[in-house]
């Protein structure tokens, strides 16, 4: 996200905002392994609409001004979006943070830092399959992790 976007704020953002929306859409993934390759282009999505958001903006501001010098939109998301946002970061961190380290130090450079598959393993002095194997069970206690932190409350009875 960071070379797509151009600097970290906005790829931190844009991150947490495909995070959000893969959640959403976890159910329309055909296949587990190409989980890092749609969250990826869900990302670059995000950040163009980002972007094209951010040009538009000062014609925007122009055609605003010229409608009689109203006050100017906030280019800021909502506070409500805001507050979601910061929570849903709250909660990646915490779920990242949670991970045994042998699965975080996976998780984190294969599908944060995006490095290939033998270039973590090379780090990590471990063969394809372990870090394969590793990988797998640290997206799934992600998934747990989230789906138990962002469950609807069971009513009590």
């Not at 040009?55 to 605003?64: E, G, I, Y």
Request: aromatic share 4%.
């Amino acid at each position: 996200m960071l070379r797509v976007c151009g600097n970290r704020e906005d790829a931190e953002d844009v991150l947490v905002e495909a995070l959000l929306k893969a959640y959403r859409n976890l159910a329309k993934l055909r296949e587990s392994t190409a989980f890092q390759a749609w969250l990826a282009q869900i990302g670059r999505r995000v950040c163009w609409q980002l972007k094209e958001k951010e040009a538009l903006l000062p014609l925007m501001q122009l055609s605003a001004l010229e409608e009689g010098g109203r006050e100017l939109p906030s280019a800021a998301p909502p506070p409500e979006a805001q507050a979601a946002r910061h929570e849903m970061k709250a909660l990646l961190e915490g779920a990242l943070r949670d991970l045994p380290a042998e699965y975080r130090e996976v998780y984190e450079m294969r599908d944060l830092r995006n490095l290939s598959g033998s270039e973590v393993a090379r780090k990590l002095g471990i063969s394809l399959a372990a870090m394969k194997s590793r990988l797998h069970r640290a997206r799934d206690l992600m998934r747990a992790r989230l789906d138990a932190a962002l469950a609807p409350p069971v009513p009590r009875k």
